[in-house]
Nanobody, 128 residues
């Protein structure tokens, strides 16, 4: 069992920055690939960014490439999402998720069905 808690959401003006954190507790954090997803009101939940268990590979949605950066600190059992140059359309509820890497399956960070655990989410609101 892994418990995920997101921090760092809030209200920011367009062009500003926020850093989201997701703290994990429970099973060994370093054995999980991690991902960030977001869901705007009335829309489906979409992939934002993913990172492999050791941080060796990352993946981003086209809409955030060049603006967002995912990283992790396994010693702190935390994954981060640095969001720069925020746009109004980045407004959403942001979730982190954990995908068990120990089963040897291929990494498909965009596929939310790959993920075993989800946090409660944190709201990000970008004012135009």
């Amino acid at each position: 069992q892994v418990h995920l808690v997101e921090f760092g959401g809030g209200l920011v003006q367009a062009g500003g920055s926020l850093r989201l954190s997701c703290a994990a507790s429970g099973r060994t954090f370093s054995m999980y690939h991690m991902g960030w997803f977001r869901q705007a009101p009335g829309k489906q939940r979409d992939f934002v960014a993913g990172i492999t268990w050791n941080g060796g590979d990352t993946e981003y949605a086209d809409s955030v490439k060049g603006r967002f950066t995912i990283s992790r600190d396994n010693a702190k059992s935390t994954v981060y999402l640095q969001m720069n140059s925020l746009k109004f359309e980045d407004t959403a509820f942001y979730y982190c998720a954990a995908d068990w890497a120990g089963d040897g399956t291929n990494w498909f960070p965009h596929n939310e069905k790959q993920y075993d655990y989800w946090g409660q989410g944190t709201q990000v609101t970008v004012s135009s």
